[in-house]
């Protein structure tokens, strides 16, 4: 399987074949359901996920101190779930970009899902 930015890239290109509809909403319960399902299947960590510090990050730069999503963070700035969709893969590059600035290289790790429980 492909690691989580490659699918997130893939997802962008064609995001109604991976969503059903061209959803920030979706997008989220795609990604909860890809979590679960690696989780479920004892999936090896190859390398730091791709969202880790995601949600912290969005938080931060909307100066938002609440519990709601990073998608539901990202979908009231937006004019509907098609624009916080594209907004979300503009943020995520730029969230990309800032942890490469902190980060001297890829995180990898030995644990699996079944490990965390």
Request: aromatic share 12%.
């Amino acid at each position: 399987m492909d690691n989580l930015s490659e699918l997130l890239k893939k997802i962008k290109n064609k995001p109604s074949v991976y969503l059903g509809k061209v959803s920030i909403s979706c997008l989220q319960a795609f990604l909860s359901g890809y979590n679960v399902a690696q989780y479920q299947l004892g999936v090896p960590l190859k390398e730091e996920n791709a969202l880790d510090g995601f949600q912290e990050w969005i938080q931060k730069k909307f100066n938002i101190d609440s519990s709601q999503s990073w998608a539901n963070i990202i979908l009231f700035f937006s004019q509907d779930e098609k624009d916080a969709l594209n907004s979300f893969f503009e943020l995520f590059e730029e969230f990309c970009q800032s942890k490469k600035v902190v980060e001297s290289g890829k995180v990898h790790r030995q644990a699996t899902y079944r490990d965390l429980k």
